[in-house]
């Protein structure tokens, strides 16, 4: 396996470090980011005010496919390259409206990236397949690297063990966890089906734990569910569901340790990161039955029906436990892979 220490090359090479400053820090984009910097051992450039003609590639980890999120022009010699995780606003337009500013914007973009962009960077087939479809690229120009689970992600010592009764009473006492709890980490947009799960936890009768600052605010009542994004929550009963906000990478760990089930109920996902961090931390998981998560979980595990609360909650009360995954998931992959399309092109 390739040590991230070991990745050596003779290119000289711009990752864009925006998602690292931006709200993208503690999401998906700011940690693929941060693995990459690491993995490469280099530093993070500021796109926006570098000259990117004295880099052979500059590599751009932030895409909105309603806001310009590439240059105009590219220096002579300079080769871009694009990451794109999904493109879940074209695929739900009415949860997404773009309005005419944003459709003007994305009819930029899609003449930027034939225009500019010598490779596409993608999380899965599935994401894959999308950005073919609405952008009309040529296959061969989109590569998939896929992502992992982070270091920090494993099962902890529990138990009987002194250090495992100290660290669970700490954060059962810290986030007020129930006993038995059922967990969900991320946001609560269209995609991810929340209200379904929160259903089929009541059905299965365990209560849902969900981590993440969205679903906090929006039941502390501090949202407006008028927005299109987020009007599906409108008639949703939070009762049974614990929202305990932003939880800090050491303390999601032990969530995830203390969680009797990990669910993931989503419509669509391009990758669907937190199955991984569960099945790493030895939880039982619960995913639908969509084309990412079957392409990232494989064949061996068993799917449910995300249109379907009852087949959720079949799902929770008979998990899949020890999940068979197709490939070996690491950053340093991930890296070895973005290297070669760096070489590639």
């Known amino acids: 396996m390739l040590q991230p220490s070991k990745l050596k090359f003779k290119m000289k090479i711009a ?47 932030s895409f909105k496919p309603f806001e310009v999120s590439i240059p105009f022009s590219k220096p002579k010699g300079t080769k871009f390259v694009l990451t794109i995780y ?9 949860h997404y409206p773009s309005g005419i500013k944003g459709n003007l914007r994305l009819l930029i973009n899609k003449y930027l990236i034939s225009k500019n962009i010598d490779a ?18 040529n296959p061969g ?40 709890f059922a967990l969900y980490v991320g946001d609560v ?13 009541k059905i299965a009768k365990i209560q849902l734990v969900i981590a993440g600052k969205q679903a906090k605010e929006i039941k502390d009542g501090k949202v407006n569910l008028n927005h299109p994004e987020l009007s599906h929550l409108k008639s949703v009963d939070w009762s049974n569901v614990k929202c305990i906000g932003f939880v800090s990478d050491e303390d999601v760990v032990k969530v995830y340790n203390l969680a009797k089930v990990y669910i993931q109920p989503s419509l669509y996902e391009g990758f669907g990161m937190p199955v991984l961090e569960a099945s790493a931390c030895g939880i039982p998981v619960v995913a639908a039955k969509t084309q990412a998560l079957v392409e990232i979980l494989g064949t061996g595990a068993r799917f449910v029906n995300p249109n379907d609360p009852k087949d959720i ?33």
């Not at 596409?120 to 690229?137: M, Q």
Request: hydrophobic fraction near 35%; glycine fraction near 6%.
């Open 120 to 137: 596409i960077i993608t999380i899965s087939e599935t994401s894959k397949k999308d950005i073919c479809r609405f952008f009309g690229v």
């Open 141 to 180: 120009k989109v590569f998939v690297t896929y992502l992992a689970a982070r270091p920090i992600y494993k099962k902890m010592e529990n138990g009987l063990h002194p250090e495992g009764r100290k660290w669970k009473a700490e954060i059962s006492k810290r986030y007020n966890l129930p006993d038995r």
């Open 313 to 345: 909650a079949k799902g929770i009360l008979d998990p899949n436990i020890d999940i068979k995954l197709p490939r070996i998931y690491s950053w340093d992959e991930t890296a070895k892979q973005t290297l070669e399309v760096y070489a590639h092109i």
């Open 86 to 94: 999904d493109l879940i606003p074209l695929i739900y337009p009415s």
């Open 15 to 61: 990752i864009d470090s925006g998602p690292l400053t931006s709200g993208h820090s503690v999401r998906g984009i700011g940690f693929y980011t941060k693995e990459l910097l690491k993995a490469f051992d280099i530093d993070g450039v500021d796109i926006s005010k570098a000259d990117l003609g004295s880099y052979d590639i500059v590599h751009f980890t």
């Open 189 to 201: 947009n269209y995609n991810k089906n929340i209200p379904n799960l929160i259903e089929a936890c």
